[in-house]
Antibody
């Protein structure tokens, strides 16, 4: 069974940084590219970032609205993907979801709140 | 960036109704269009991928169609569990972009 679990969310002050983690199991992680998608409270979905697998040289792609403040990475030995977000703003407040491939499977999400 | 315009934003319908939800892309997305259902407090669930492929385990009352810039999700006969919010996603090119969502409510 595919399992995806995000951790690392919480309350962060504006200007702060956060590293979200996504642990996976139940599939061959090395075969898949991974994404982060976020959803602000009561709002729609926003794709954030993607990291491809070794076959694609771990290429990364980012939403323009976050580029320069966000870094996606992965550790194939741990079947995990990470999202580092810096210079956090109130508008970054959202549930952050980790998804496999073309968003076939989703984690339950982790809440990030940016507030003083 | 490719803009995805989803309509309607809200839809009231009854159990048994046939409903359609539309997504229009600002340019050709080559059928790289997925549909998702999201219930309150839950993660989205993929229903349809690449325009018309039904995700495993999704009931056959859900179907997708379209090409070029225009895509449609159809629910042939609404069931009580179908009242939720629906989103489309284009993954033809980066940045991937979602439609604004359609909230399907019980009339």
């Amino acid at each position: 069974e595919v399992q995806i679990l995000e951790t690392g969310g919480g309350l962060v002050k504006p200007g702060g940084s956060l590293r979200l983690s996504c642990a996976t199991s139940g599939f061959n992680f090395n075969d898949y590219f991974m994404n982060w998608v976020r959803q602000a409270p009561g709002k729609g979905l926003e794709w954030v970032a993607q990291i491809r697998n070794k076959n694609y040289n771990y290429a990364t792609y980012y939403a323009e609205s976050l580029e320069g403040r966000v870094t996606i990475s992965r550790d194939d030995s741990k079947s995990s993907v990470y999202l580092q977000v810096s210079s956090l703003r109130a508008e970054d407040t959202a549930i952050y979801y980790c998804t496999r491939g073309v968003t076939t499977y989703w984690g339950q999400g982790v809440m990030v709140t940016v507030s003083s | 960036d490719i803009q995805m315009t989803q309509s309607p934003s809200f839809l009231s319908a009854s159990v048994g109704d046939r409903v359609t939800i539309n997504c229009k892309a600002s340019q050709n997305i080559n059928k790289y269009l997925n549909w998702y259902q999201q219930k309150l407090g839950e993660a989205p669930k993929r229903l349809i991928y690449n325009t018309n492929n039904l995700q495993t385990g999704i009931p056959s009352r859900f179907s997708g169609s379209g090409s070029g810039t225009d895509y449609t999700l159809t629910i042939s006969s609404l069931q009580p569990e179908d009242f939720a919010t629906y989103f489309c996603l284009q993954h033809n090119s980066f940045p991937w972009t979602f439609g604004g969502g359609t909230k399907l409510e019980l009339k």
